[in-house]
């Protein structure tokens, strides 16, 4: 799934014999250690002023699963009998206050689920390109046979704007989702992209003009989303995604002028 926060703690790491690390929120009896989960580029940020290409790295998740990318940090804890791990001293701390400082133990693809981050950006992106959106229709004037030297004007009247609402890991996510760009495929090879749904005559915005035959057009429509988490701010989904509208065909045809004596 996508990115998670750029700093989790954990209670407990662990990895599995298929070479896999998973963080959770318990621990065994007496865990001697407690984590930091940090994405590296927050830590090349700190240190260097800026990220490097370094510092991204996907991660494969099964589904319904979070799995990042992250450093993981240990730091010792006082065990009972006033005492750690590796002797450090407890400054007489009670049992599981950390003591000493972080220190880095690897860098890995952990399963971060069980600590249950709120859902990522990236992580509501997946769910946006899945949503049921509106495969808008191509409308054309005049309706049926187009005249060659006549432009053809194209519009739309689908929905522009859809709201969702999901739950994404027991969390409550509002999606709402704007058609911001369409792509007019006027079946002769040419492309018009506009701004704009279109609009009929003669407040038209998107026109073409044919020779004579018979063309199929089709509309796709480009998609963009904004989301709230729990009623939180409202953040961009980061990407896009699109649907086809079903096509059409027509014919154009060559008018042809014709003398006729205005007196038979």
Known sequence: MGAAPSALTASYVSGSSGGGWTA???????????YRLTKPCAISDQEAGACGAADFRECPAPPDRVVEDFVVEQRRLVLPGDRTVDGFPTGGQPPGTPVGQWDT???ACID???LNPPPSPDEVYRYFRTLPLPELPTRQQPPGDGLSGLPVVFHT???????????IRGFD???????????WHT???????????????PDHSVSHDYRSGTYTSSLTTTWTGT???????????????????????????EARPVLVNPYD
């Not at 959770?24 to 407690?34: F, K, N, V, Y």
């Not at 939180?232 to 896009?240: H, K, L, Q």
Request: hydrophobic share 35%; no cysteine; proline share 11%.
């Open 105 to 107: 133990l690897l860098r």
């Open 187 to 201: 079946g002769d090879g040419t492309d018009l992209v506009s701004s704009d749904p279109g609009a009929p005559w």
């Open 24 to 34: 959770s929120s318990s621990a065994p009896a007496d865990q001697p250690w407690t």
């Open 157 to 167: 009247d689908g929905p522009t704007t859809q709201t969702f609402d999901l739950d």
């Open 227 to 253: 989301y709230t988490v729990d009623g939180g701010a409202p953040a961009d989904v980061p990407g896009t995604t699109t649907t086809d509208g079903p096509p059409v065909t027509f014919d154009v045809l």
């Open 173 to 183: 996510v509002d999606i709402v989702a704007t058609a911001s760009s369409f792509t």
């Open 112 to 114: 971060i689920t069980a």
